[in-house]
């Protein structure tokens, strides 16, 4: 009877991810950057399947794992609320929409081209787009760096990827790098 009614929760779970990240793959336009506001208010806000730690942990690690921030963040949460295969149903969730809209895009393309001027429409949003991804920017960052060394390595990091165009990837590792002495000397003085 136990296992019976696990299975079931199990399949509630899944449905719930299943419909909660298929909404955030069709609605969600501009990929993982604007998705992250959108995100944190269902699932630390609304669901509460994660904490403000936990979400901003996922954040962290989706942005440094090689691939789409998307599915990274669907799996971690999917993951986090029912193990590999609520990973997987997250992750199929918020890839299906797009699939399905290029499907449909490329079967009417030429007919929609002919009707439609689609620059003006592309130029429209990516004016939505920067405007999500600024906000979505500006409220993690209130929760994400809340102290000196962190707004130090924001700065910083700004500067080298905005101003002097350094790849992105060297400045992920050299935070790495940074957040391991930082850790490495916390544990050295805990331990004293």
């Given at each position: 009877?136990?296992?019976?009614?696990?299975?079931?929760?199990?399949?509630?779970?899944?449905?719930?991810?299943?419909i909660?990240?298929?909404?955030?793959?069709?609605?969600?336009?501009g990929?993982?950057?604007?998705?992250?506001?959108?995100?944190?208010?269902?699932?630390?806000?609304?669901?509460?399947?994660?904490?403000?730690?936990?979400?901003?942990?996922?954040?962290?690690?989706?942005?440094g794992?090689?691939?789409?921030?998307?599915v990274?963040?669907s799996?971690?949460?999917?993951?986090?609320r029912?193990?590999?295969?609520?990973?997987a149903?997250?992750?199929?969730?918020?890839?299906?929409p797009s699939?399905?809209?290029?499907?449909?895009?490329?079967l009417f393309?030429?007919?929609?081209?002919?009707?439609?001027?689609?620059?003006?429409?592309?130029?429209?949003?990516?004016?939505?787009?920067?405007?999500?991804?600024?906000?979505?920017?500006?409220?993690?960052?209130?929760?994400?760096?809340?102290?000196?060394?962190?707004?130090?390595?924001?700065?910083?990091?700004f500067?080298?990827?905005?101003?002097?165009?350094?790849?992105?990837?060297?400045?992920?590792?050299?935070?790495f790098?940074?957040?391991?002495?930082?850790?490495?000397?916390?544990?050295?003085?805990?331990?004293?």
């Amino acid at each position: 009877m136990e296992k019976i009614e696990q299975k079931n929760k199990n399949k509630n779970k899944n449905l719930e991810l299943f419909i909660v990240f298929f909404k955030l793959g069709l609605f969600t336009i501009g990929g993982g950057m604007s998705m992250m506001g959108i995100l944190h208010k269902v699932v630390v806000d609304e669901k509460k399947w994660l904490s403000e730690d936990e979400m901003m942990n996922c954040i962290t690690l989706a942005q440094g794992m090689p691939g789409v921030m998307a599915v990274s963040m669907s799996s971690f949460i999917g993951n986090k609320r029912n193990h590999f295969i609520g990973g997987a149903v997250a992750s199929i969730a918020v890839i299906l929409p797009s699939v399905f809209i290029v499907i449909l895009l490329s079967l009417f393309l030429n007919t929609i081209e002919a009707l439609v001027n689609l620059s003006i429409i592309f130029a429209m949003l990516k004016g939505s787009v920067s405007a999500i991804v600024l906000n979505t920017a500006m409220n993690l960052g209130d929760k994400m760096i809340n102290n000196f060394w962190m707004s130090a390595i924001a700065v910083l990091a700004f500067i080298a990827i905005g101003l002097l165009n350094i790849n992105a990837i060297y400045i992920i590792l050299f935070s790495f790098v940074i957040g391991l002495i930082f850790a490495s000397n916390l544990l050295k003085r805990s331990f004293k």
